[in-house]
């Protein structure tokens, strides 16, 4: 159980253009879903927390306007990394809350390179 | 800002030892703490949750936590080098969004033969 998928699991795309990730709570309904940037070697850094139905709530210094992120449904939240630069590279990965519990699961993440 | 402190390691172990990973944190009202693995290039994964004072087996894994002193730990018995990975230690906060994990940076374990 407790299962997140990730599409695409990786991309390379041209500079300023936008790429959507989805992320997708395969067995279990996700109220909270959640997106991680990780650069080489260092550690997972939370973007932004996004309830269904709700806009997302960011981390301080993450621009909402850039990483814009729709929870649609309980099963699927999408990030869109508009205007890509080659610094947006990196290896994104979204995690889910399984109802009542506080553990997370991981998607497999999405490896973004901008050319 | 509420913290989550590893040592970053490399802790080297032999193949068959006890790995004994630690994590103190700053938020005195925490009261969930999560081990995840991660595997280089790969996502992480739930190992083990533990949210009241004392132990908790599953396996060859026994997380432990210490309220009073604010401090975590992950026993790994009978290493394999198929546990080589960095191991990252999670707290829920109190406040600032109490759905989210706050991470610390990992420590990176390396089992030899």
């Known amino acids: 159980g407790a299962v997140v998928s990730q599409h695409p699991s990786w991309v390379i795309c041209k500079s300023g253009t936008s790429v959507k990730i989805e992320c997708r709570s395969l067995d279990f309904q996700a109220t909270t879903m959640f997106w991680y940037r990780q650069f080489p070697k260092q550690s997972l850094m939370l973007m932004a927390t996004?309830?269904?139905?709700?806009?997302?709530?960011?981390e301080q210094g993450v621009e909402k306007d850039k990483f814009l992120i729709n929870h649609a449904s309980l099963t699927l939240s999408t990030l869109t990394v508009t205007s890509a630069h080659p610094e947006d590279s990196s290896f994104y990965i979204c995690?889910?809350?399984?109802?009542?519990?506080?553990?997370?699961?991981f998607g497999p993440g999405t490896r973004l390179t901008v050319t | 800002q509420k913290e989550v402190e590893q040592n970053s390691g490399p802790l080297s172990v032999p193949e068959g030892a006890i790995a004994s990973l630690n994590c103190t944190y700053s938020?005195?009202?925490?009261?969930?703490f999560f081990w995840y693995r991660q595997y280089s290039g790969k996502s992480p994964e739930l190992i083990m949750s533990i949210y009241s004072n004392g132990d908790k087996e599953d396996g060859r894994f026994t997380a432990q936590l210490n309220k009073a002193s604010q401090y975590v730990s992950l026993l790994i018995r009978d290493s394999q080098p198929s546990d080589s990975a960095t191991y990252l230690c999670a707290g829920r906060p109190t406040s600032g969004g109490y759905n989210k994990l706050i991470f610390g940076a990992g420590t990176r374990l390396a089992v030899h033969p």
């Open positions: 995690s889910a809350r399984d109802g009542q519990d506080y553990e997370q699961y």
């Open positions: 938020d005195r009202g925490s009261q969930s």
């Open positions: 996004s309830n269904e139905g709700s806009k997302a709530t960011y």
